[in-house]
């Protein structure tokens, strides 16, 4: 079984840089699409972007700008930049990944079938 | 984007009764690519229903999803003391994937 583990984010000021990385433990990238989605103190989930093994990516629109992600298959891990940040992007990140296929994916954006654990981003000047 | 709204923000209910949590999309939802998570606190969401109906493995039975269209609904027909958690919504039709605010189902 698939399973994730994630590190990275903190503390942060305004303007600086959110990193952070996941690691993929018993199963390789290829066959996933790897995701980031967030959750605000108190608030919902909001999906950020997602790679897949060949590291052709999506992001959602709002946050383009902003996010780089990319993925490393020597070491089974993916990652995500999050650039400019601000109190706004405060919240938990988590990565996810997303088993391909007609079962768990429509052509356009897939559900998220095993998550990490979840790392705290804090961002305060 | 589909904007998901979740109904109700809080659902207080004892052991034994029964749940029902809507989940209303802003535009049609389509193939019914509809999802709902289970979060607990300081827990990453679980997968619990998928294709607007489908369980996931090893969920229970008492659980179970249904709609179409805008409208979807997440039954849970008798609670467990486990059941006790958040539940997302989460539509995967259209890109970006979105999910809903929320439900809390918290004892009563």
């Known amino acids: 079984q698939v399973q994730l583990q994630q590190w990275g984010a903190g503390l942060l000021r305004p303007s600086e840089t959110l990193s952070l990385t996941c690691a993929v433990y018993?199963?390789?990238?290829?066959?996933?699409?790897w995701s980031w989605i967030r959750q605000p103190p108190g608030k919902g989930l909001e999906w950020i972007g997602e790679?897949?093994?060949?590291?052709?990516?999506n992001y959602k629109p709002s946050l383009k700008s902003r996010v780089i992600m990319s993925v490393d298959p020597s070491k089974n891990q993916f990652s995500l930049k999050l650039t400019s940040v601000t109190a706004a992007d405060t919240a938990v990140y988590y990565c996810?990944?997303?088993?391909?296929?007609?079962?768990?994916?429509?052509?356009?954006?897939?559900?998220?079938?095993?998550w990490g654990q979840g790392a705290l981003a804090t961002v305060s000047s | 984007e589909i904007v998901l709204t979740q109904s109700p923000g809080t659902l207080s209910l004892s052991p034994g009764e029964r749940a029902t949590l809507s989940c209303r999309a802003s535009?049609?939802?389509?193939?019914?690519?509809l999802a709902w998570y289970q979060q607990k606190p300081g827990q990453a969401p679980r997968l619990l229903i998928y294709?607007?109906?489908r369980r996931a493995t090893g969920v229970p039975d008492r659980f179970s999803g249904s709609g179409s269209g805008t409208d979807f609904t997440l039954t849970i027909s008798r609670l467990e003391p486990e059941d006790f958690a958040v539940y997302h919504c989460?539509?995967?039709?259209?890109?970006?994937?979105?999910f809903g605010g929320g439900t809390k189902v918290e004892i009563k």
């Open positions: 989460q539509q995967y039709g259209s890109s970006p994937a979105t």
């Open positions: 535009q049609r939802v389509s193939g019914s690519y």
């Open positions: 294709g607007a109906y």
């Open positions: 018993g199963g390789s990238l290829s066959g996933y699409y």
């Open positions: 790679i897949s093994h060949s590291g052709s990516t």
């Open positions: 996810a990944g997303s088993t391909a296929g007609r079962v768990y994916c429509s052509s356009s954006s897939c559900l998220f079938d095993f």
